[in-house]
């Protein structure tokens, strides 16, 4: 399986954080039909094929996924793409 593993800084606040996390969430949903749930302050996200996690640390989000077999062969622009999401919601 291959891995996704990126920490992205940031400077808002714990509950602007979690908002922003929330509105990725609900993309994923909508677009992917990602199932999301907030475990405190991790939301762990999983589909067939992916297996993932967004913490909330102070100052940094941490992202990690598992991709499955078919999803592996495009690590690099899925993870290009999560870069570039995380730019715009916590800039």
């Known amino acids: 399986m291959a891995g996704i593993d990126i920490h992205h800084p940031h400077q808002l606040s714990p509950e602007r954080a979690r908002e922003a996390v929330q509105q990725v969430a609900d ?10 749930r907030w475990q405190g302050d991790v939301l762990e996200f999983n589909r067939p094929g992916v297996d993932g996690r967004i913490a909330l640390l102070p100052g940094e989000v941490h992202v990690t996924a598992e991709l499955g077999f078919l999803l592996a062969a495009m690590q690099g622009p899925i993870e290009s793409g999560i870069r570039r999401v995380l730019d715009e919601r916590f800039a």
Do not use: A, I, P
């Open 27 to 36: 993309k994923l949903v909508d677009k992917f039909g990602v199932d999301c």
